[in-house]
Nanobody, 115 residues
């Protein structure tokens, strides 16, 4: 069974930084992408950043220049370095893995940015 384990997150003041990490375990093959989504209260889950096995990386416009995704293709991990955090970045952040059998989600980690 494939599982995603997230770490990081927490409370930070505006302008601060946080790093999220996600590790996949289990028998995995043919990974298409690993990335991060977030969901704020009352809002839909949205893509934050994703790293594709083709080498392509994509970011939401709202985080470009502030967040950096890094993926380790050998260990099946993905990190999200978040800088210059804003109160509007407050959300539950979910790690996502897309592979031949569909999508797998982590349990979510709370990021709260105080003003």
């Amino acid at each position: 069974q494939v599982q995603l384990v997230e770490s990081g997150g927490g409370l930070v003041q505006a302008g601060g930084s946080l790093r999220l990490s996600c590790a996949a375990s289990g028998s995995i093959s043919s990974i298409n992408s690993m990335g991060w989504y977030r969901q704020a209260p009352g809002k839909q889950r949205e893509l934050v950043a994703a790293a594709y096995s083709s080498g392509r990386i994509t970011y939401a416009d709202s985080v470009k220049g502030r967040f950096t995704i890094s993926r380790n293709y050998t260990n099946n991990t993905v990190d999200l370095q978040m800088t210059s955090l804003k109160p509007e970045d407050t959300a539950v952040y979910y790690c996502d893995l897309n592979w031949g059998r569909g999508n797998i989600w982590g349990q979510g980690t709370q990021v709260t940015v105080s003003s």
